[in-house]
């Protein structure tokens, strides 16, 4: 964020900055959902609504579970949230007491650190690379409890993996899934960048459990960022209590954006278009930075992110990203946040934005690069 936020003050002076440093699509919402959106607005009958969220919504969500991936949930297990955000406070509250320890992969995604800390949870980050094909895995879980000396309360997982784009697959999933229950650790899967999966198996916890929670979100996929809406897939039992706290919290998630999420549910075939966009833009990235003494540091299997290694380059992944942001003015994010032991080895790219910004952007690092 303080390298966006320098970005941003640089544009503001006028500067043409070209910006690979924020997971935030290019493209608007889904063309029905700005239609369903426009015509909420204009009736002005818009207010709270049940805290879960709407019913419509929770039932097409439902329904999209059984054409994408053959699963029947039902729509009263769905809550609707204000972003995944919300989904992660109102898990997080509900599963964990103070003092707890929740598991996180390093690298991963700084929120999830930031958030179980702020409510007085340990945090047991365990490193994840090309031995594990950048998954977690029980073994790994199991030796970090040893060595710590605590005993793990939950697990979360996402996948695909910001930063590094790592995908589980279904049966890693389900040996993650047996390892937590037979310990009756809670499990948490992240799905917010399903639809984005580029290599391996994209599969949803709920394959094979009905005791995880998903996080998913409208963000990623269909393009949603600002309009702050998502949604959790609960067990049974977790249902009316995290109703409850999400009536406390919230009072509801914003009614004109679960309108427009369940339009843009009908918005396939406009995202697939923006997400071969995403394709090409990942292809160019594949070509070109490894010539740049830029080598990939995980497989971008899935979202919208390179995880690169800097190393060849500098040791200080934060100085290299200000300096190429004020020489050139190319903002791409630092590894420090994603990783507070190794980051400063590495960067992230992301290539949710235009094809045109993507080879301007690699080509002014080319040419910076050359006179280092």
């Not at 640089?10 to 959902?33: C, F, Y």
């Not at 579970?65 to 406070?89: C, H, K, L, M, Q």
């Not at 980051?343 to 050359?370: K, N, P, Q, V």
Request: aromatic residues 8%.
């Amino acid at each position: 964020m303080d390298v966006l936020a320098e970005a941003t003050r640089l544009k503001e002076r006028g500067a043409d900055v070209i910006s690979l440093a924020v997971g935030q699509p290019a493209h608007p919402a889904p063309a029905p959902a700005l239609a369903a959106a426009a015509r909420a607005a204009a009736s002005g009958q818009l207010g709270y609504t049940d805290a879960l969220g709407v019913r419509s919504l929770r039932e097409a969500i439902a329904a999209r579970y059984r054409r994408v991936y053959g699963v029947d949930v039902d729509p009263r297990r769905i809550a609707v949230t204000t972003g995944s955000s919300a989904g992660f406070n109102l898990a997080f509250l509900q599963l964990f007491h103070p003092g707890d320890t929740v598991v996180i992969t390093r690298p991963g995604y700084p929120a999830y650190r930031n958030i179980l800390s702020a409510l007085g949870l340990k945090v047991l980050e365990i490193p994840v690379g090309a031995a594990t094909g950048h998954a977690l895995t029980p073994e790994a879980i199991a030796a970090a409890e040893r060595e710590a000396g605590t005993r793990v309360a939950g697990v979360l997982i996402a996948s695909p993996a910001n930063p590094t784009g790592a995908v589980h697959s279904r049966a890693a999933i389900a040996r993650l899934d047996a390892w937590c229950a037979d310990r009756g650790v809670a499990f948490i899967s992240d799905e917010i960048y399903h639809g984005l999966t580029w290599s391996g198996e994209e599969a949803t916890v709920l394959t094979v459990s009905d005791k995880a929670i998903v996080i998913n979100s409208f963000s990623k996929y269909f393009c949603m960022t600002g309009w702050r809406i998502g949604w959790m897939v609960l067990p049974d039992d977790l249902v009316r209590p995290v109703e409850c706290l999400a009536q406390s919290l919230y009072i509801s998630p914003p009614e004109l954006s679960q309108i427009a999420a369940e339009a843009a549910l009908e918005g396939d075939a406009e995202m697939d278009a923006v997400r071969e966009g995403y394709r090409r833009n990942r292809d160019l990235l594949a070509e070109r930075l490894p010539a740049l003494s830029l080598p990939f540091a995980a497989p971008m299997d899935g979202a919208f992110y390179a995880w690169v290694d800097v190393s060849g380059h500098t040791n200080d992944s934060m100085a290299f990203a200000r300096q190429m942001l004020a020489d050139i003015h190319v903002a791409a994010t630092p590894g420090r946040d994603f990783d507070p032991v190794d980051g400063a080895r590495f960067m992230r790219f992301s290539y949710a934005g235009s094809h045109d910004d993507m080879t301007r952007a690699l080509d002014r690092i080319e040419g910076w690069l050359a006179k280092r």
